[in-house]
């Protein structure tokens, strides 16, 4: 009977608590203001498996301020603000080559679907905003910026480089770490790097590259965090990055509420089901989930400087 209930389940149906993990870690990156419920409902949640740290994500102006507030209203929630990849192009020119939907799996951007261009500085307004919530002692992190060549088309490419370039530069100035979306743009994120000069602490959100990949950001010194993804069944890539990855650059995330790592693919993703990741993790590199935890919890809390 358990299990006919379990298979009829409506795909928006919470999946059930895993087993908690006997060494606390952090949500790496996480989207609390996506998530059903309330913030303190999803903090005691995760906390009851393990998960005692989340970091917010901001992806546009609006999102940046309730990430650097909720950040200021807990002590276990830590900020990174930002205008996410797809949020510059239609700052600048309404929604070029792209999509006026939130973008799904891979995260939500924003609440506020496309707008009318507001021109080259109404980015540079926007910019400024997020570099004065980056400047504040609760935020940890300049994120989540990058490119995102999956959803932005050739129009609006210059902006969204630009962009990317200016959070690099506002992580640097603000000594805040960089988190990095990286979306079908391997090669033009890690030219950006290059030629700009990453910060001291680079993180690649929802890491998709392959292991050759991991070897050249291992190399740089960037940390990599793996999400639910790594779980899937035909992410075999992802595992082999994963294999590859100097333990030390290793951190785990939701990217809720986006993401959920099988078995519950399709169904809303949240911090409290980081512990099924972990394992996945642990069993992927060959230790035991404690061991896997304890770097996990120790690689977050340095690549965000808590």
Request: charged share 20%; hydrophobic share 40%; with cysteine.
């Amino acid at each position: 009977m358990s299990t006919r209930v379990e298979k009829t389940q409506p795909k928006d149906a919470p999946p059930p608590l895993p087993e908690p993990l006997r060494v606390a870690v952090a949500d790496s990156h996480t989207h609390l203001d996506m998530q059903a419920g309330t913030v303190e409902e999803g903090l005691a949640k995760a906390a009851s498996v393990g998960v005692t740290t989340v970091v917010q994500v901001g992806c546009d102006v609006k999102g940046s301020r309730w990430a650097a507030e909720t950040a200021a209203a807990y002590a276990n929630v830590h900020a990174a603000v930002a205008l996410h990849p797809n949020e510059a192009p239609r700052i600048v020119h309404g929604d070029p080559g792209g999509t006026s939907q939130p973008p799904g799996a891979g995260g939500g951007w924003s609440r506020q679907g496309a707008r009318s261009g507001g021109g080259e500085a109404a980015l540079d307004e926007a910019l400024a905003e997020i570099e004065a919530l980056a400047a504040l002692d609760h935020v940890k992190a300049v994120g989540e910026t990058g490119l995102d060549h999956f959803r932005t088309g050739p129009e609006g490419m210059a902006a969204q480089e630009r962009s990317f370039r200016a959070h690099i530069e506002i992580a640097k100035r603000q000594g805040k770490a960089l988190v990095i979306h990286d979306r079908d743009a391997h090669a033009d994120v890690l030219r950006v790097l290059r030629e700009e000069g990453a910060p001291e602490r680079t993180v690649f959100h929802c890491y998709s590259g392959d292991a050759d990949m991991a070897r050249e950001c291992a190399a740089a010194g960037y940390y990599m965090s793996f999400a639910g993804t790594v779980t899937f069944k035909n992410a075999q890539p992802l595992r082999e990055a994963l294999a590859v990855a100097p333990l030390e650059l290793v951190l785990v995330e939701t990217d809720a509420p986006y993401l959920t790592p099988a078995p519950y693919r399709g169904r809303p993703n949240a911090p409290y089901l980081i512990p099924l990741t972990v394992r996945a993790m642990a069993a992927v590199r060959g230790i035991d989930e404690d061991a896997m935890a304890t770097a996990l919890a120790a690689n977050t809390a340095r690549a965000f400087g808590y």
